[in-house]
Every structure is written in C-alpha cells, then in structure tokens.
T-cell receptor, first 113, second 114 residues
Framework: AQKVTQAQTEISVVEKEDVTLDCVYE???????LFWYKQPPSGELVFLIR??????QNEISGRYSWNFQKSTSSFNFTITASQVVDSAVYFC??????????FGAGTILRVKS | DAGVIQSPRHEVTEMGQEVTLRCKPI?????LFWYRQTMMRGLELLIY????????DSGMPEDRFSAKMPNASFSTLKIQPSEPRDSAVYFC????????????FGPGTRLTVL
C-alpha cells in the first residue's frame, strides 16, 4: 500500500524566516511520482511540483526548493524568506503503479507579519 | 484555457434530497478525478475516469454515490439520498494523457447537508 506522512500538522513562522515542510512516503513501486500542492485560504488546490522516482536532483524555483532523498523516502519542501502570502495548507502526494494520487494529511503553514 | 470548472460552488440541501455536482475538465485532458475533502479524512479519491470510462470507483463510499462521464467535457457526481455526513468539499480534477501528469483541480463544491 502507498502512504504519505506529513508529521507536521501546523507550523507558524514570522515573515522572512525559512521553513521546511516534511514529507515521508511509503511505496513498493520502483517507479512513482511525488507531488506538492498548495491550498490557500480560498480553497483551490494549486500544483507546485512533480518529481519522478529516478530523478533525485533537488529543484529550486524562486523562493521554493525541494529535496528528494530516496534513501530516506523523503520529499521535503523549503520556503526561503517566507511571506504572508505563503500561508496555506501544503499537501504532499504520491502516485505509483496503482495510478492513484495518495495525499498526505497536509501541513498548515501560518506566516505572521 | 479556463481551467477545471465546477458547479455549483456551494450547495445547501436537506437530508434525503438528491444532490448533483458538475464538472467540466480541461479540454484535451483524458483523465478526470473526483475527490472529497473533510477535516476528519483529508483528501480522498472517490473515482476516476479515463477517456470517459470509469476505471476505479473503489473510493466511492456507498451506493448512494454515483458518477458519470457522458462525454469528454462533462462529468457528474450524484448523491441520492444525501446525508449530513456527506457534507464536505468535493473537488474535480483532470490531467493529460498519462496519469503521472500533474492533476489540475477545480475550485471545489462545498456541500452542506442539513
């Protein structure tokens, strides 16, 4: 069975702090994909990034960066110099041979000014 | 493209009534998904379609739920009869040919069953 664990239920930071959201996954598939989605207070789910299991390169996009480590089955997400607009619920998700996207419980990020 | 379109955005109904949620996927996307989001259970996949054919409905909670996709640009999720425990936000999402592509979500329908 596939499983995604986001152990941090809620994180509060002050603007301009860096913050890392943890994601640990379980799968028996050798080929799988990992995703991060953002759900702002308005409620929609916004795709942020996709990573396949064969590509362990870290990725940076502006203030966002992702660290994928197969050895620890982790796909962590870091926001540098956080801003109030980053306040949202962030979901990590996994898709494998079963062809279904399995979401973690989500981490609520609160960025205070 | 307009993105995934869902209607209605909000629905309030009484227990026992039939509820129909609607979704228009992004044009050209071959996969369509229905999810339910609640505080207790998080995001759950209810059913997904490939080329209008239901592939996996193992997440549909019970026979009161049904979903159809009569053509590539329209899908419905129906609850009959509705119960208070069905109150949730229902999302529709679509993706390109390969299921490993990212899914694009609609704005959701917030359903309240009194």
């Amino acid at each position: 069975a596939q499983k995604v664990t986001q152990a941090q239920t809620e994180i509060s930071v002050v603007e301009k702090e860096d913050v890392t959201l943890d994601c640990v996954y379980e799968t028996r598939d050798t080929t799988y994909y990992l995703f991060w989605y953002k759900q702002p207070p308005s409620g929609e789910l916004v795709f942020l990034i996709r990573r396949n299991s064969f590509d362990e390169q870290n990725e940076i996009s502006g203030r966002y960066s992702w660290n994928f480590q197969k050895s620890t089955s982790s796909f962590n997400f870091t926001i540098t110099a956080s801003q109030v607009v980053d306040s949202a619920v962030y979901f990590c998700a996994l898709s494998g041979r079963g062809n279904k996207l399995v979401f973690g419980a989500g981490t609520i990020l609160r960025v205070k000014s | 493209d307009a993105g995934v379109i869902q209607s209605p955005r909000h629905e309030v109904t009484e227990m026992g009534q039939e509820v129909t949620l609607r979704c228009k996927p992004i044009s050209g996307h071959d996969y369509l998904f229905w999810y339910r989001q609640t505080m207790m259970r998080g995001l759950e996949l209810l059913i997904y379609f490939n080329n209008n054919v239901p592939i996996d409905d193992s997440g549909m909670p019970e026979d009161r739920f049904s979903a159809k996709m009569p053509n590539a640009s329209f899908s419905t999720l129906k609850i009959q009869p509705s119960e208070p425990r069905d109150s949730a936000v229902y999302f529709c999402a679509s993706s390109l040919v390969a299921i490993y592509n990212e899914q694009f979500f609609g704005p959701g329908t917030r359903l309240t069953v009194l």
